[in-house]
């Protein structure tokens, strides 16, 4: 069965700075790939997505993503944090069975 | 299209009660899944069904039941409840595999006490 490791909890940097979240998967095949935000109290929004093709993936709000099957990583990326990208973001593997999984999440904290 | 709509928004149930929540999409999507969403774990799939009348277990089935009797709707049954059960419930359906990604619904906060 697939699974999907987010290693940081909560993850914490400054406006204007880079981010760099990790997610890992554990799948035999090439996996679809996921990134969702949640704000609090509020329900998941899709970031970006990767089906197949081009490993490095764009999405929304300025993310964007890399799969790199080597590594079995699809980690996200912003070059410029802004506060409201404060939120708690999720990966997750979609597998042959047409199953979805996700990662436990990692909060992301934006400080002035 | 109303997208994906869950039924309730939020119930408190006693141990030992039972309930039904109702996913509902208005989309003609094939896929549907129940997730539970619980501080520190994420997401966590209970059941998944790929078509009208078929389910299948996903992460963390026991306890639950489910049922897609028709393409639109996908039930979600707690036969006897549980403090462990109280938690966020989201529903989600996928047009086709391999090509879209997953619609949520907003959640269904369910308490047990």
């Known amino acids: 069965a697939q699974s999907v490791t987010q290693p940081d909890i909560h993850i914490t940097v400054s406006e204007g700075a880079s981010l760099e979240l990790r997610c890992n998967y554990s799948?035999?095949?090439?996996?679809?790939l996921f990134w969702y935000v949640q704000s609090p109290g509020q329900g998941l929004q899709l970031l970006l997505k990767?089906?197949?093709?081009?490993?490095l993936v764009q999405g929304i709000k300025g993310f964007e993503a890399e799969f790199k099957r080597s590594q079995s990583s699809f980690n996200l990326r912003k070059p410029s944090v802004h506060w409201s990208d404060a939120a708690e973001y999720f990966c997750?593997?979609?597998?042959?069975?047409?199953?979805?999984?996700f990662g436990t999440g990692t909060k992301l904290q934006v400080i002035p | 299209n109303a997208g994906v709509t869950q039924t309730p928004k939020f119930r408190v149930l006693k141990t030992g009660q039972s309930m039904t929540l109702l996913c509902a999409q208005d989309?003609?999507?094939?896929?549907m899944y129940w997730y539970r969403q619980d501080p520190g774990m994420g997401l966590r799939l209970i059941h998944y069904?790929?078509?009208?009348?078929?389910?299948a277990k996903g992460e963390v089935p026991d306890g639950y039941n489910v049922s897609r009797l028709k393409k639109q709707n996908f039930l979600l049954g707690l036969e006897s409840a549980a403090p462990s059960q109280t938690s966020v419930y989201f529903c989600?359906?996928?047009?086709?595999?391999?090509?879209?990604?997953?619609?949520f619904g907003p959640g269904t906060r369910l308490l047990v006490l």
């Open positions: 997750a593997v979609g597998d042959g069975n047409q199953k979805v999984t």
């Open positions: 799948y035999g095949a090439t996996p679809y």
């Open positions: 990767y089906f197949s093709g081009d490993t």
């Open positions: 989309m003609n999507h094939e896929y």
């Open positions: 069904s790929v078509g009208e009348g078929t389910t």
């Open positions: 989600a359906s996928i047009p086709r595999w391999g090509q879209e990604t997953q619609y």
